[in-house]
């Protein structure tokens, strides 16, 4: 039996493994309506509520894709052990999806990532690699690029930050249903970047119906900041698959502000969401409060449990 998804055929090993699959997407889309108070009616915030996802983030639809051409390809097979760098959320997808599908995963991952994100991966069997906090997910990426040049047949190594499965996923998953949900009246998309596969998809999908659409790419303010999943691309490695010609604008967000934006998410509108969720609405606000009217969408990319030991939480109103 064949099962369809993603526009890419694979034979599940149970149906239940294909519901799985199909479980992942059609998140809904949101309006926020507290924190937007202080806008006039005309002008819409709405968010894709990513954290909704059966592996709880945004990534879990660039890892299904991957994970599916890696095995329509033939490049993920019995014997191999998918491998990749990861800040935390690709990787607890592909451990969901290797538990699912009945693959070994191995993740490169920097040693300061949350002890949520580190437990949740142990939990699903994965062999766990941590490396030099100081040197990021780049220091991962370089890890594991020597690693899988040391043995090439033992590993599948999708490469999220150059695979253009990743934005491919956003492009005819997350951008479609944004237009789709809004009736096509979206005018601007808000989306940090880390590997920069959201941005890039659904920018590319957006502009590919509508053009005028303006489409704001998010970075931390700063290289030293508490924004997992984000980077900041003047002081890292640009992933292969960023295309900065769909940029309409640049926006920057501190750690504080995304902070405290993620627990007002949390207390006035019962979005229990991630800090670059929190950064991505600041931005989101800052576009929305230049307009006279307007639907500006953005990403909650993870849910809040990933961070529940981090202090924040405890601190503001």
């Not at 005309?42 to 879990?60: I, R």
């Not at 800090?275 to 990403?299: K, Y």
């Amino acid at each position: 039996m064949l099962t369809e998804t993603a526009s890419v055929t694979v034979e599940p090993r149970a149906v239940a493994r294909a519901e799985l699959l199909r479980a992942i997407g059609h998140t809904p889309l949101i309006r926020l309506r507290r924190v937007t108070r202080h806008l006039p009616e005309t002008v819409a915030v709405y968010v894709k509520a990513e954290h909704l996802n059966p592996g709880g983030s945004v990534k879990d639809r660039p890892a299904l894709r991957m994970v599916l051409e890696g095995l329509r390809s033939g490049a993920l097979r019995e014997g191999r052990v998918l491998i990749d760098a990861t800040s935390g959320n690709t990787g607890i997808a592909y451990a969901m999806l290797g538990a699912a599908l009945g693959f070994p995963v191995a993740l490169a991952m920097p040693a300061n990532a949350s002890p949520e994100r580190k437990r949740m991966l142990q939990a699903y069997g994965v062999e766990l690699i941590l490396t030099d906090p100081m040197e990021g997910t780049d220091g991962a990426q370089r890890y594991v690029r020597a690693l899988v040049q040391q043995e090439p047949e033992r590993y599948f190594y999708p490469d999220q930050y150059n695979n253009d499965a990743n934005w491919r996923a956003h492009y005819d998953g997350t951008g479609a249903e944004i237009w789709e949900q809004t009736g096509g009246r979206v005018t601007h998309f808000v989306a940090g970047l880390g590997t920069t596969g959201t941005f890039v998809g659904v920018s590319r999908r957006l502009k590919a119906h509508n053009p005028a659409i303006r489409c704001y790419a998010l970075q931390p303010d700063s290289p030293l900041h508490g924004l997992e999943g984000l980077k900041h691309l003047e002081t890292a490695i640009v992933p292969g698959i960023y295309d900065p010609s769909l940029v309409d604008e640049h926006l920057t967000c501190s750690t504080e502000e995304a902070f405290e934006m993620t627990r007002r998410l949390a207390r006035e509108e019962g979005l229990f969401v991630g800090p670059s969720s929190g950064a991505n609405v600041v931005a989101a606000l800052r576009v929305a409060e230049q307009l006279e009217q307007g639907v500006v969408v953005t990403i909650l990319c993870d849910t809040g449990a990933r961070y529940l030991s981090e202090s924040f939480w405890e601190e503001g109103p």
